[in-house]
């Protein structure tokens, strides 16, 4: 069954720094990988979706790239604003099915 | 883009009682809907993938005759918590995938409250 895993689990910087955000995965048969947004209490919001046959995607100041046969994929976030807190999820499509990291919570200071 | 609505938002309801959540496709049709289940602080867990015409299938550890999934069109899948208990209290989202299958398009969520 695949498992996905998201590194830190929690991350706090001052307002400006670039970040990265880790997500590994342990079946690399993945169909694609989407990178969410998530408010507290909220619904998920979509920010970036990367097919198997892609290595990288970019919105924005948001970067993310997948290497399938390692099983990572990392999301960057240029100059970080307050409103970039968020809790930040990855999901890996397998078949039919999604399958979601634990998440990062991201904190920036202003 | 694709929206996927729900409601309500949010629920309380008394033990022992049912709750119905509505997941809608609003500008696209689903023959497909997921249904997930987050607990605070924790990650989306999949609870069933609704199928528009036949039954839902249900993960492992899900109570089929707990949460009743009906997905009676194109375009609307329903969950009902049966019997819910304060353990029931949680986040369910819903999601469908949009045409093509390649993007997930997720609900807003309900926030359920058993007391």
């Known amino acids: 069954k695949q498992e996905v895993t998201q590194i830190p689990a929690a991350l706090s910087v001052p307002e400006g720094e670039n970040l990265v955000l880790n997500c590994s995965f342990t079946?690399?048969?993945?169909?694609?990988l989407q990178w969410f947004r998530q408010d507290p209490g909220k619904g998920l919001t979509s920010l970036l979706l990367i097919q198997s046959s892609q290595r990288e995607q970019t919105s924005g100041r948001l970067n993310a790239s997948l290497d399938k046969s390692s099983g990572r994929s990392t999301l960057y976030i240029a100059a970080s604003q307050p409103g970039d807190s968020a809790t930040y999820l990855c999901?890996?499509?397998?078949?039919?099915?999604?399958?979601f990291g634990t998440g990062t919570s991201l904190t920036v200071i202003p | 883009g694709a929206v996927v609505s729900q409601h309500p938002s949010w629920v309380i309801c008394k033990s022992g009682t049912s709750v119905k959540i509505e997941c809608r496709s609003l500008d696209f049709q689903a023959t497909t809907m997921f249904w997930y289940r987050q607990f605070p602080k924790q990650s989306l867990m999949l609870m069933a993938t609704?199928?528009?015409?036949?039954?839902?299938?249900?993960e492992q550890g899900v109570e089929k005759d707990k949460f009743l999934i009906n997905h009676a069109s194109l375009t609307l899948s329903t969950l009902t918590v049966t019997s819910a208990h304060p353990e029931d209290s949680s986040f369910y989202i819903c999601?469908?995938?949009?045409?093509?299958?390649?993007?997930?398009?997720f609900g807003p969520g309900t926030r359920l409250t058993v007391t």
């Open positions: 999901a890996v499509r397998g078949g039919n099915q999604f399958y």
């Open positions: 999601s469908a995938p949009g045409q093509g299958g390649h993007e997930q398009y």
């Open positions: 609704s199928n528009e015409g036949s039954k839902a299938t249900y």
């Open positions: 079946d690399s048969a993945i169909y694609n």
